[in-house]
């Protein structure tokens, strides 16, 4: 316990130091400003000092920000893109944590494609489909109303299917090891009914009631082992897939200016979900999940400190068993609650386990604005850990990451993230168009 303390005082030391550094070049951030960076180093070598390293991401930056307004390369591809969606068809590229192509598609609004958004704006007929070659192969469709009657009541039906080539295992729990890993070759069929009531458009609550199969096609490829072999001796449940029913109550308040690039406001998720396996399926137990995250101006919307905490815990109920599939994950820079949950230093789904907390620390800095360019620096610190029981809940199984990252948006979109993040495993690095909260 003494050591991962040690570590985490170490690790906020690094993250405050940086903070401290970024408040004082604060005066002297080059938000497209054209001033010489030599004029400058004459006239305040410190401050110029401080901000070398902004100014040669500012550089080249500037140059392509040049180079697309001269040639209305913004404007284009806004009005292209508009244009589709205003048709029905929205293209998707995404880059995520297990694949190494990125995730390419788009969404179809057969209500837009036909012409009659104006007389059906609450109609949902959609579809999508994502690709990355050679391991992720996504289809997703709903149809529903967005509002029953002008009132609050929604209601839509779902379908998804998903394949996974490659989803990573390292076991069970706080104390696993990156060398005992294995890959699971999985697909999930998903239909569901959705019903809720919007009490207005930050406060929404919301019934869900689904079925689920699970199936485990792998267990061994890729030049990875069986999962029975390196994992012998060890209580590993869903190994053989199964099938589940599930009920689930959501409530989620969301104050955020913006839900990509906030700068100020909250948001609040609490979820409760009973899971019973069907068809001699074992699965049987009870969801609790909390997400939570508060976004502080330090002074200027320019300067912005993000804090989150995220916490699960399932709970077997009768003798049954929570299925590995079901499992909290911690590792990567997921940003959605399908796939592992951000813990940065860590590779993607490195930590399974019954229960999970995560609490993330950022600080987000504007090094530059342009026109609806904006370039944040980010400096981030995670400490999070999975365990079963809540008796098996120790301080000294938390691990701790942090980084820095660079985040490019438009329009208050994210359209770049790269991170570098370092924790006891090593160092990763990431390119997303999508930041973790």
Known sequence: MLKSFKRAVAAGSVFLFFLGIAFAADHYAPVYYKEPLKSKALRDPVSALIALPFEL????IDKGLVYIEDNHIDRKALYIYDEMKEFGITPHVAFTDSA?????????????????????????????????????????????????????????????????????????GPDTSRGDSSSVRMETIYLAWNAGYEFSPSLNLKGIFAFKENRIKHRAHDGKGDMTEIFAGKNIPGLYGGEELFWK????????????????????????????????????????????????????????????????????????????????????MGSSQRTSEAHRAFVYNRFYGESALLFSLEYRYAIWEYREFKMNAAIFLDE??????????????????????????????TILNFSVAHGDEGTKFYVKNKIPF
């Open 100 to 172: 190494i192509m990125p995730l390419v598609g788009g969404n179809v609004d057969f209500v837009s494609l036909a012409g009659k958004k104006g007389q059906y704006h609450d109609l949902i007929a959609e579809a999508s489909l994502r690709y990355a070659m050679g391991n992720l192969f996504i289809v997703d469709s709903e149809l529903g109303l967005r509002r029953i009657g002008e009132t609050g009541f929604y209601s839509s039906g779902t379908f998804n299917f998903d394949h996974r080539s490659r989803e990573p295992f390292y076991g069970i």
């Open 384 to 413: 999070g850990q999975t365990f079963n029981e809540f008796g098996k809940f120790k301080f000294g199984d938390f691990r701790e990451s942090y980084g820095l990252g660079f985040y490019l948006s438009h329009s208050r979109h």
């Open 249 to 332: 109550a959501e409530f989620v308040r969301d104050t955020r200016d913006t839900k990509d690039e906030a700068t100020r406001g909250s948001y609040q998720k609490l979820s409760f979900k009973f899971t019973e396996g069907v068809d001699g399926g074992k699965a049987r137990f009870f969801t609790y999940q909390l997400d939570a995250a508060k976004y502080f101006r330090l002074g200027s919307p320019r300067r912005i400190l993000a804090a989150r905490v995220f916490g699960e815990h399932n709970d077997e109920v009768s003798g049954g068993e929570v299925p590995f599939y079901d499992m909290a994950r911690l590792g990567g």
């Open 57 to 60: 991401v500012r550089w080249p």
